[in-house]
């Protein structure tokens, strides 16, 4: 019988593993633009987002935005945005990704007061769709599409 892991691989997908935190979030490794760092996975989140802290460490060009941000515990925030940066989630890599910016700071203290690690960011809605991604939660992983794989034409 084939797993779900035969299954998705078979059809393009890549897996990664997802960790379960002390406050019952996925956590998942990623790069961007080469550098590495730990973000939580959010399918609530409409867009991925890193923290004003990390425009340095990312590389990453900004431009402010008129967009204000809402999440659970804050409103209204100020946020800039920035766009063409690479970003890899085990081998699935996508170019051209843009990335919201946020103060993280209530996101972080949650975690620290939960005795968990705090993150770099949030992959959100926008990347797990680019990405066709398929969660399993019972085993915890993510699997994103690499590429498409066509189905056998019927002879």
Not at 31 to 36: A, E, F, H, T
Not at 39 to 57: Q, W
């Amino acid at each position: 019988m084939e797993t779900l892991t035969d299954f998705l691989i078979n059809r393009g997908y890549s897996k990664v593993k997802l960790k379960l935190t002390k406050t019952n979030h996925f956590e998942i490794k990623a790069s961007i633009n080469g550098v590495n760092g730990r973000f939580i996975l959010d399918t609530g989140a409409s867009s991925s987002c890193v923290g004003f802290e990390a425009i340095e460490r990312f590389n990453l060009k900004v431009k402010d935005s008129e967009i204000r941000a809402v999440g659970a515990g804050a409103s209204d925030m100020l946020t800039q945005i920035s766009s063409s940066n690479d970003l890899k989630i085990g081998k699935w890599k996508k170019r051209r990704v843009a990335l919201i910016l946020f103060n993280l700071s209530h996101v972080n203290n949650g975690l620290v007061n939960h005795n968990a690690d705090p993150v770099d960011g949030i992959i959100g809605a926008d990347i797990l769709k680019k990405g066709k991604a398929i969660i399993d939660y019972e085993k915890k992983y993510l699997y994103l599409r690499m590429k498409d794989i066509s189905k056998p034409k019927d002879s």
